[in-house]
T-cell receptor, first 109, second 113 residues
């Protein structure tokens, strides 16, 4: 079983749609959690950290459920510029960062 | 403020050859981590250099080695290349060894034929 698993995708949605990505992790001792965005043929960039209480940054909302070892990312009012691959990242402790394989999102006009 | 830079951008090698990839960290950063990202996969941690020493290593064979210079720049060396080494090699820099605050470079795309 992979340490970090994500929805395989791809997700193809119209502009303005709401889309949610899910991620599960296997190590219950994992300490911190992140969502990264990676544009085609570019490097990953930190989108947001995920806090236990859930957190929001504009149109983006991240949730963490430690009991279920589950992380989610919700994007509201999708824009064309949101098209990218979204990587779920888990710090398993001791600076051991594990990346999911990513979920590809395409937002269409 | 220069971000993380990597060279070369692309590279083609044949099986059995050796390759050296280079990374210059973001201004003010002193730690460099290297990742391998195969097509369709997330980045996998190779190793991290801080104070010119390898501080942490992922599950990669000894064919993968590195170095950090006094100016904090770093090299990744891969010996006896295999077809499966074809990937995007990403360098990330940070201030201190925490990878939670790292910035990635654009990567070097390596193709092994």
């Amino acid at each position: 079983r992979k340490e970090v698993e994500q929805d395989p995708g791809p997700f193809n949605v119209p502009e303005g749609a709401t889309v949610a990505f899910n991620c599960t992790y296997s190590n219950s001792a994992s300490q911190s959690f992140f969502w990264y965005r990676q544009d085609c043929r570019k490097e990953p960039k930190l989108l947001m950290s995920v806090y236990s209480s859930g957190n929001e940054d504009g149109r983006f909302t991240a949730q963490l459920n430690r009991a279920s070892q589950y992380i989610s990312l919700l994007i509201r009012d999708s824009k064309l510029s949101d098209s990218a691959t979204y990587l779920c990242v888990v710090n398993e402790g001791n600076n051991d960062m594990r990346f999911g394989a990513g979920t590809r999102l395409t937002v269409k006009p | 403020d220069a971000g993380v830079t990597q060279s070369p951008t692309h590279l083609i090698k044949t099986r059995g050859q050796q390759v050296t990839l280079r990374c210059s960290p973001k201004s003010g950063h002193d730690t460099v981590s290297w990742y391998q990202q195969a097509l369709g996969q997330g980045p996998q941690f190779i190793f991290q250099y801080y104070e010119e020493e390898e501080r942490q290593r992922g599950n990669f064979p000894d064919r993968f080695s590195g170095h950090q210079f006094p100016n904090y720049s770093s090299e990744l060396n891969v010996n006896a290349l295999l077809l499966g080494d074809s990937a995007l090699y990403l360098c990330a820099s940070s201030l201190g060894t925490s990878q939670e605050t790292q910035y990635f470079g654009p990567g070097t795309r390596l193709l092994v034929l």
